[in-house]
């Protein structure tokens, strides 16, 4: 599990590449893998695709408190060579669950994941978005999956 965070959080800032000044950078709010949960993301949005970093919570209780983790993904509208950029494709690796362990609180599980977006104004434009992503992690009693809906904004 430390093996998988060490890799998420030095191959992420890779995404991001060096001809960044031909994109723009934007922010979110939401629900979903887009969101690491109910969270915040910051992105690097060009007219075909989204390299983000997110941070927020996959669950909360009183007994184990909040959950919370980071997470990362891509996603692209020109996977399938279409003009139509409200539909984007893509993966995730980041915070998907939580484990619950005897007598301390909740630890956030990671994984990845891989999923559908729907971009109502454009991946290119501010505006809502919805989705649905698959995604899995390694917990101590095995691999644990879910299906996640996203609603979200990106300003």
Sequence with gaps: MKKLRLITFVCFPLVFSAHASAEEFSFGAGLGTLYSGLGVNVASRSSTDLKYLSAGCVSYSDNGGATCGVGGGWIKTDLFDSENTQHGFGAYIGVVGRDRVAFKDDEAVYGAGVGYHYFFNGIE?????????????DTDSGVDSALWVQLGYQF
């Design 125 to 137: 434009q501010p505006g809502t978005n919805i989705g649905l992503s698959f995604v899995a992690g």
